[in-house]
């Protein structure tokens, strides 16, 4: 399956800064990207599919303002959380869809902490 | 949209006994069904999926089943072992779609005894 890495793996911050979360398809070109935000315990939830080329789609009620996504490449996708609240702290994790097979293989999240 | 209901949430059993997960559907036209296991600070990792066309797939010890009449598919672990222990998170998606996007399960903690 494809391999996933994102960078950092975790990242504490004050309030109102910028974070940049990396997540890049090692052996895999991808022209779409999902992004997932995770609280303790519960399931995970989409915010937005990332889209090589163009915009990202946000799903409803994902400020796309607050959370910037941008494709650089076929193996790179970016998060930026701006000016981030404690309410961002969470569990963000990247996952590519293999194509045709659409198989999605996830990174290993990153865990950021907003004080 | 698509739902999934996963359960239990929780479950428990002795090492070497089997486990078993049950998720149901709503959308008749999901036809792709993934299995993922997290584990504590770790992203999801896939450990078995299975396509409409398919009624059970087996990869070692374990296996899922697919009911498409009554929309429900099941993840069966047979003799657990203490590394078994982790989230698992049922999904469905329609790759017919195109957007690949998957809707996941609330997840159940497996919890196996030693």
């Known amino acids: 399956g494809a391999v996933v890495s994102q960078h950092p793996s975790r990242v504490i911050c004050k309030s109102g800064t910028s974070v940049k979360i990396e997540c890049r398809s090692l052996d895999f070109q991808a022209t779409t990207m999902f992004w997932y935000r995770q609280f303790p315990k519960k399931s995970l939830m989409l915010m937005a599919t990332?889209?090589?080329?163009?915009?990202?789609?946000?799903e409803q009620g994902v400020e796309k303002d607050k959370f910037l996504i941008n494709h650089a490449s076929l193996t790179l996708s970016t998060l930026t959380v701006t000016s981030a609240h404690p309410e961002d702290s969470s569990f963000y994790i990247c996952s590519v869809p293999t194509g045709f097979t659409d198989t999605q293989y996830f990174g290993p999240g990153t865990r950021l902490t907003v004080l | 949209g698509e739902n999934v209901e996963q359960h239990p949430s929780t479950l428990s059993v002795q090492e070497g006994d089997s486990a078993v997960i049950k998720c149901t559907y709503s959308d008749s036209a999901s036809n792709y069904f993934p299995w993922y296991k997290q584990e504590l600070g770790k992203g999801p990792q896939l450990i078995i999926d299975?396509?409409?066309?398919?009624g059970e797939k087996k990869d070692q010890r374990i296996a899922v089943t697919l009911n498409k009449t009554a929309k429900h598919f099941s993840l069966h672990i047979t003799e657990t072992q203490p590394e078994d222990s982790a989230v698992y998170f049922c999904?469905?998606?329609?790759?017919?779609?195109?957007?690949?996007?998957?809707?996941f399960g609330k997840g159940t903690k497996l919890s196996v005894i030693p």
């Open positions: 999904a469905a998606g329609d790759s017919g779609a195109g957007s690949y996007q998957l809707t």
């Open positions: 990332s889209n090589e080329g163009s915009k990202a789609t946000y």
């Open positions: 299975i396509r409409s066309n398919v």
